[in-house]
């Protein structure tokens, strides 16, 4: 993601401004919730993802959700819990997971901000970045897992390897 240097603009306080101000600077059209998040969706290699910031005040947390918009049954929920920590320990920045709730598979990545610190515009769009990189990397493998009813393994073993020659 491309953005302004920072010297070049006035970063306001509010953490969400700041990501408010990478997103005006990308042209993603974004809503703030009724909760004040902000929301906005971006495109990535295989769906067009659904990613929210949060500013948690009391942890001086900003941090970031991308929804993979795939579910996994109560049925599936075991396979979905091992395939999240094959993932995982590949993950460098950021986390899956997977919501109690309803199953829903997302992605959290969250930057510390103690004592007053804001994220800098290159922080904001890196947390971006790592979020949208880390849901078109292992998409496959949850969709595999899901609709393919693959084993966790299979899942993970059929999105990750490396090409060797040419073509």
Not at 34 to 59: Q, T
Not at 146 to 157: C, F, L, T, V
Request: with cysteine; charged share 25%; hydrophobic share 45%.
């Amino acid at each position: 993601m491309d953005i302004v240097r920072p010297e070049e603009v006035d970063v306001p306080y509010d953490p969400l401004d700041v990501v408010e101000h990478v997103l005006v600077a990308e042209n993603l059209p974004f809503d703030r919730t009724d909760e004040g998040d902000l929301a906005f969706a971006l495109a990535g290699d295989w769906k067009d993802y659904e990613l929210w910031f949060a500013w948690r005040p009391e942890g001086d947390c900003l941090q970031l959700c991308c929804a993979l918009d795939l579910q996994a049954s109560k049925a599936r929920r075991g396979a979905a819990y091992e395939l999240v920590g094959l993932i995982n320990q590949r993950t460098w920045m950021g986390h899956f997971e997977v919501w109690a709730e309803d199953g829903e598979i997302v992605f959290r990545h969250s930057l510390a901000l103690p004592m007053g610190e804001r994220p800098t515009l290159a922080q904001a769009a890196s947390m971006i970045d790592a979020a949208v990189e880390a849901a078109d990397r292992y998409y496959p493998a949850f969709d595999f897992m899901i609709r393919g009813n693959k084993k966790p393994q299979e899942a993970i073993d059929s999105c990750l390897f490396e090409t060797v020659g040419t073509a």
